[in-house]
């Protein structure tokens, strides 16, 4: 059962029920309205789903937001990407101390995001007026070119994200350790195969990458599910207010 306040935002973001928090569109408006949204508030909204609901709707917020991303930004991209990696991995490991480290850094993240007036953004044929817009309606604003027909020059050399706490990267690589130390290695043991889980019974004097059968484990692999190349990354390219 959650607080009076809590279920008067989830009434705001359309959500009837606490159990359905669960889908892309509801997080995605957790992350997108303006409301006003303090530290603790958002700490217990996003501990309301489950750990597996988490991951795939931080997943594919990120999936969505990298399509707002200029073309010719790659720098944002690869910065946006990073946080994808990090918290999808955290939203792995939230019944420990990953919960705090993956609340400090979405809350962080969705604080840039809304950001007023942080990107400058000038229309390419002179006629229309600039305007300075929050990350989040600047990635919307470039998702409607082709609609509009109006193009825009991004500047967001006033609204680059900050990097991950190192803190919190240090403890991402506990997490990949962990397996390491069980004989996994990220870098060259057969990633597809990696359960967020081992078996009781795992064996792995006897565990053969590729072979050894672990189809009834749910596969985890940070790496898979999103590390690019940070040196050449590359670009394959709704729930804003209306701004």
């Not at 217990?44 to 969505?64: A, G, H, N, T």
């Not at 599910?225 to 670009?235: A, K, L, M, S, T």
Request: with cysteine; glycine share 6%.
């Amino acid at each position: 059962m959650v607080s009076e306040d809590i279920r008067q935002i989830l009434d705001e973001l359309d959500i009837e029920d606490e159990d359905d928090f669960r889908y892309f569109d509801q997080f995605a408006a957790l992350m997108e309205t303006p409301l006003g949204i303090d530290y603790d508030t958002f700490a217990e909204i996003i501990m309301i789903p489950d750990q597996d609901d988490l991951r795939q709707m931080v997943s594919d917020f990120f999936e969505d937001t990298v399509k707002g991303i200029p073309d010719d930004n790659t720098e944002l991209y690869r910065m946006i990407q990073t946080y994808k990696d990090v918290l999808t991995t955290m939203a792995e490991h939230m019944d420990d101390r990953g919960a705090g480290f993956f609340t400090d850094e979405m809350f962080n993240f969705r604080e840039w995001f809304l950001e007023p007036e942080s990107v400058v953004c000038t229309p390419e044929d002179g006629e229309s007026g600039v305007r300075r817009l929050s990350p989040c309606e600047a990635f919307m604003l470039y998702r409607e070119e082709k609609l509009s027909g109006v193009r825009y020059d991004y500047d967001f050399s006033e609204a680059m994200p900050g990097e991950p706490d190192e803190y919190t990267m240090s403890v991402l690589d506990e997490y990949r350790d962990d397996y390491r130390d069980v004989g996994y290695d990220y870098d060259e043991d057969g990633l597809d195969e990696l359960p967020d889980e081992l078996p009781e019974d795992f064996d792995i004097e006897n565990y053969v990458p590729g072979e050894t059968d672990l189809s009834d484990y749910k596969s985890f692999d940070p790496y898979r599910d999103g590390f690019i190349d940070r040196e050449n990354p590359v670009i394959d390219g709704e729930n804003c207010d209306e701004f």
